[in-house]
């Protein structure tokens, strides 16, 4: 079993930063990606960002220049450093995890977080 565990998120004025992490742990043979998804209330998940095994990244438009997502490989842990947040990203962000599937596709991923809540006033 693969458990993936959230810290960080809160709450942050308009122009804020924030960051999240999470930590992956358990039977992982194959790590094609990790990165985030996104739910605001009344909205379907988006998402947000991820880097794959190798580094490469990748963002929605609404995020690049403001978030940035880095990873220790060796300790399956990625960190998203959220800049100039706006009230626009107040959601729960969800860590998902794109391990041990056949291909790689993290649109597809199999593991999950319980969610952050990030929560950006003005």
């Known amino acids: 079993q693969v458990e993936l565990v959230e810290s960080g998120g809160g709450s942050v004025q308009v122009g804020g930063s924030l960051e999240l992490s999470c930590a992956a742990s358990g039977a992982i043979w194959r790590h094609c990606a990790m990165g985030w998804y996104r739910q605001a209330p009344g909205e379907e998940r988006e998402l947000v960002s991820y880097i794959d095994y190798n580094g490469a990244t990748h963002y929605v438009d609404s995020v690049k220049g403001r978030f940035t997502i880095s990873q220790d490989v060796t300790q399956k842990t990625i960190y998203m450093q959220m800049n100039r947040l706006k009230t626009e990203d107040t959601a729960v962000y969800y860590c998902?995890?794109?391990?041990?599937?056949?291909?790689?596709?993290?649109?597809?991923?199999?593991?999950w977080g319980q969610g952050k809540m990030v929560t950006v006033s003005s």
């Open positions: 998902a995890a794109d391990f041990n599937g056949r291909i790689c596709d993290f649109a597809n991923s199999k593991y």
